[in-house]
């Protein structure tokens, strides 16, 4: 990092934690009702940060949902919870397996892959809120967060030329293949169409230009199947470079909000997913369509 930002905004400290991403907010307690004034300093932190990392938290799941609700529409989840339920609410995020065991062979294992949270929705996610309650005792199950502002600027003229008018083919089933999950099933298919989004958005709020693509990506409209495969493997390649990831070490307590306009993300498998547990509280608030 070649400079330390640190800034007072209101009553709350912000501080950058790396070039690409993340500041550390300190001073509040999320338990507590959220004034619009300290909501605004956070959006606003967000949008310059895209991470938020703050830490020491100890929300119950409705007041993680009365936090998310402060920054929009609460998403729903894409899986119904043990209850049957798939309302927008609380869900977890963990490393066990149907036995309810840590597992390095999870039931969910497709953010192990960058990705940008459901962009095989029409309608994709704005940020996710992910609160850590039991962590590997070690460290590790890392989150890592790739800057997509800095990747497109950082692109050749010649590429952004290329790209600027092209569209990926996201879906459900391409993440399921992509994964190596259990393959998507009709009655998926049917419920979550491919959607196309432009390789190359306008981010609603700071009006700049970022890449997005990820794992849900499929193909390249109008572009060869193989041609299309290349071109995002070498989008992904340069947008994942080290020096464009900020890797979070979670601790317990810690709510991580992410903007994922301009961001990918993926988690890290460096402890012993076997033998430790890693939960963490996740919700999401809807966004807008890609464009
Ligand atoms: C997510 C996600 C990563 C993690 O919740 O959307 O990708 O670190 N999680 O568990
Ligand atoms: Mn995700």
Redo the contacts with the bound molecule.
């Keep these: 990092m070649d400079q330390q930002v640190r800034e007072r905004a209101g009553s709350l400290n912000v501080t950058r934690l790396s070039e690409p991403a993340g500041a550390e907010v300190v001073g509040i307690d999320l338990s507590l009702q959220l004034g619009t004034k300290k909501r605004d300093i956070l959006f606003e932190a967000l949008l310059k940060h895209h991470v938020l990392v703050i830490r020491d938290q100890d929300l119950t799941p409705d007041q993680q949902m009365t936090l998310t609700a402060m920054f929009g529409k609460p998403e729903s989840h894409v899986f119904h919870d043990a209850e049957g339920q798939s309302g927008p609410q609380v869900h977890v995020?963990n490393n066990l397996d149907k036995q309810g065991n840590p597992s390095s062979r999870p039931t969910t294992f497709g953010?192990f892959f960058w990705?940008t949270?459901k962009s095989y929705h029409e309608v994709p996610s704005l940020a996710?809120f992910?609160h850590a309650r039991e962590l590997p005792p070690g460290g590790g199950?890392d989150?890592e967060f790739a800057n997509m502002y800095n990747a497109y600027e950082s692109l050749d003229d010649a590429v952004k030329k290329q790209i600027a008018n092209l569209r990926a083919v996201h879906s459900w089933e391409a993440n399921r293949r992509n994964t190596g999950n259990r393959a998507a099933t009709e009655e998926e298919k049917k419920l979550r169409p491919p959607v196309s989004h432009p390789l190359v958005r306008t981010h609603p709020d700071t009006k700049r230009k970022a890449l997005y693509i990820g794992i849900h990506a499929d193909c390249i409209e109008g572009l060869e199947r193989e041609q299309g495969i290349e071109l995002l493997k070498k989008l992904y390649r340069h947008s994942t470079e080290r020096k464009n990831v900020y890797a979070h070490s979670w601790k317990p307590g810690d709510l991580v909000i992410w903007d994922n306009r301009c961001l990918l993300?993926?988690?890290v498998g460096n402890y012993d997913m076997d033998t430790h547990r890693r939960i963490?509280h996740?919700s999401v608030v809807i966004g807008t369509k890609p464009c």
Excluded: A, C, I, K
Aim: cysteine-free.
């Design positions: 995020v953010s990705h949270d996710t992910l199950g989150t993300h993926r988690v963490l996740r």
